[in-house]
């Protein structure tokens, strides 16, 4: 399988193309032009050095942020352009998982902490974790202040390895103050490493989708989209911004974050059902700075969504979280041009069947005795 991968998330452009896991070619240029001068006469350049053609391509990666705005357009705008005239898959990975995976090719197994300049001391970061050959998001992508990041790193037990615009100067006597709790034994748990920056982003992003192209995902060529992050809570603050509520995918250190207040999240599952089928699925959070207020689970196939649970914190019940989930997950169903939703009720959770019904779902079925012996409505939403 033969893969074009773009990165044009920075000043500097980016293009590899890889066969079977092995780089063929990588080039990049920095130039005073715009990347819509360079991108083509460089990827023309690439390709006939290769002897390849687009046609040739099995697949095409790229870049969509976070990163330059204008620059992470033309990559997105380029590689649709070659999916529609070549019908070529593709598939976007964002920046900070595309620098996770330059450090893994170096290293291997370990937590990423993926760190993106965002100017004024502001930093767009993510931790993410490889072990065994398996990827997974620990801190899902956000914006925060420089001297947030090592508030993240207290309970990462692998080697661990900083990537990207990472400054060592700032972070070292941070990240010393954090670890000095540690016990003497735990020299290993303490490892870290910065890891020199390059410009492999494109490699990176190339490598990030040969594992989601292995297991099935690809982009509606519709769907690719920028990825930006909200500004850090202290510039919002300035701004005079009270939206501080979030909705992010969940990383595994939200659902360690759940398990430590589990009572307050009212579930017929025990933890390690949910711990499973977060393994299995995909979930998203709401949140207000740190704090989790609910969550929300879905599954698709082909074109449907199922959800597979939708839960508030006790405390935060009746505050239009719920329906701030509903829509939310409403909304990514309509980008990822999904033809229906579907859904499981209790038979006597009349709030939730009301709420649900306000969103446009119908029942359309029921299982008898579902529930400990109460009855499920099914339900749908077509989109």
């Known amino acids: 399988m033969k893969i074009l991968s773009i990165d044009t998330s920075s000043n500097i452009c980016t293009i590899a193309v890889l066969e079977d896991n092995k780089i063929l070619k990588e080039v990049h240029n920095r130039s005073e032009r ?116 090592t508030k993240y790193i207290d309970n990462l037990k692998l080697p661990v390895y900083f990537v990207g615009d990472v400054n060592a100067e700032k972070i070292e006597p941070l990240y010393l103050a954090r670890i000095s709790a540690y016990k003497a034994n735990s020299e290993e748990i303490c490892k870290h490493e910065y890891l020199e920056k390059n410009n492999s982003l494109a490699v990176g992003a190339a490598f990030a989708a040969i594992d989601k192209y292995n297991i099935g995902i690809c982009e509606n060529v519709n769907n690719l989209s920028p990825m930006y992050l909200r500004n850090p809570q202290a510039q919002r603050q300035l701004e005079n911004s009270s939206d501080d509520i979030a909705i992010l995918e969940m990383g595994y250190l939200d659902l ?48 449907e969504m199922e959800i597979i649970n939708i839960v508030t914190r006790k405390d935060k019940r009746n505050q239009g979280l719920a329906s701030s989930l509903l829509s939310y997950i409403i909304r990514y169903a309509n980008i990822n041009n999904l033809e229906r939703i579907n859904l499981e009720v209790n038979v006597n959770n009349i709030n939730a069947i009301k709420l649900y019904k306000s969103f446009g779902f119908e029942i359309v079925g029921k299982r008898e005795k579902y529930y400990n012996g109460e009855d499920a409505l099914l339900m749908t939403a077509y989109i």
């Open 256 to 303: 360690e974050r759940i398990k430590l207040n589990y009572g307050e999240f009212p579930n017929l599952w025990k933890y390690n059902v949910l711990e499973e089928d977060y393994r299995n699925s995909k979930y998203f959070i709401i949140k207000q700075n740190e704090e989790i207020y609910g969550f929300i689970g879905i599954r698709i196939v082909f074109e």
């Open 34 to 149: 715009e990347h819509s001068e360079t991108l083509m006469p460089m990827i023309d350049e690439l390709l006939e050095s290769l002897n390849l053609r687009l046609d040739d391509m099995n697949l095409i990666a790229c870049t969509r942020g976070p990163g330059s705005f204008t620059g992470i357009r033309i990559g997105i705008a380029t590689v649709k352009a070659f999916a529609d005239a070549k019908n070529i898959p593709i598939i976007g990975i964002n920046s900070l998982e595309a620098l996770a995976y330059t450090g893994i090719i170096q290293r291997g197994d370990g937590e990423y902490v993926s760190v993106i300049d965002a100017k004024n001391d502001n930093v767009y970061f993510a931790i993410y974790k490889y072990k065994n050959k398996k990827f997974s998001i620990y801190k899902s992508p956000e914006a925060i202040s420089y001297t947030e990041i």
